[in-house]
T-cell receptor, first 115, second 114 residues
Framework: DAKTTQPNSMESNEEEPVHLPCNHS???????IHWYRQLPSQGPEYVIHGLTSNVNNRMASLAIAEDRKSSTLILHRATLRDAAVYYCILRDRLNYGGATNKLIFGTGTLLAVQP | SAVISQKPSRDICQRGTSLTIQCQVDSQVTMMFWYRQQPGQSLTLIATANQGSEATYESGFVIDKFPISRPNLTFSTLTVSNMSPEDSSIYLCSGESQENTEAFFGQGTRLTVV
């Protein structure tokens, strides 16, 4: 299975942008890059996903390297509520329901936001 | 989107007993999954709950210990059998539809075995 590598932890200041990196050097052509986050004492929640092009939604932006071997989740203005563990996960959308499409969580990046 | 409710939200159980956790989704979902999250750790996938057939278990998890039911597209149960203190953990249910690209999670069930 293609794996991802993320820093264990990062710190940010409130109202500043945050760039959370993810390396996935063995990504396959059909793997989508998904990001989830888990706030304290809650279940994970979906943040964003993409294949090749950069993506934006109301929560964040996803910047994908041209060779797709790395990506960066961008929180444009961090708030205290964004303190969470952020998970970068690869999913093979062509194999829906199959072994390579399951949502497998790595260790993620623990983001601390300072006021 | 889908809202996933789990019951109970927490429980303290005696070793050797069993606990059944319920997961209810407010809309039909194609796939449902059960995860375990031990204190300070990431989520570990236990199994895929298949409607109308036996669940598909991940390596290290067996049906006798974690029987799973999924009678329809909106409901599933996970039973933690013959519990020991090592089973103390948070158990989470998730669901997703084939048309969607995101999974939805319940708030989890915090289980303590004494």
């Amino acid at each position: 299975d293609a794996k991802t590598t993320q820093p264990n932890s990062m710190e940010s200041n409130e109202e500043e942008p945050v760039h959370l990196p993810c390396n996935h050097s063995t990504i396959s052509g059909t793997d989508y890059i998904h990001w989830y986050r888990q706030l304290p004492s809650q279940g994970p929640e979906y943040v964003i996903h993409g294949l090749t092009s950069n993506v934006n939604n109301r929560m964040a932006s996803l910047a994908i390297a041209e060779d797709r071997k790395s990506s960066t989740l961008i929180l444009h203005r961090a708030t205290l509520r964004d303190a969470a563990v952020y998970y970068c996960i690869l999913r093979d959308r062509l194999n829906y329901g199959g072994a390579t499409n399951k949502l497998i969580f790595g260790t993620g990046t623990l983001l601390a936001v300072q006021p | 989107s889908a809202v996933i409710s789990q019951k109970p939200s927490r429980d303290i159980c005696q070793r050797g007993t069993s606990l059944t956790i319920q997961c209810q989704v407010d809309s039909q979902v194609t796939m449902m999954f059960w995860y375990r999250q031990q204190p300070g750790q990431s989520l570990t996938l236990i199994a895929t709950a298949n409607q109308g057939s036996e669940a598909t278990y991940e390596s290290g998890f067996v049906i006798d210990k974690f029987p799973i039911s999924r009678p329809n597209l909106t409901f599933s149960t996970l039973t933690v059998s013959n519990m020991s203190p090592e089973d103390s953990s948070i158990y989470l249910c998730s669901g997703e539809s084939q048309e969607n690209t995101e999974a939805f999670f319940g708030q989890g069930t915090r289980l303590t075995v004494v």
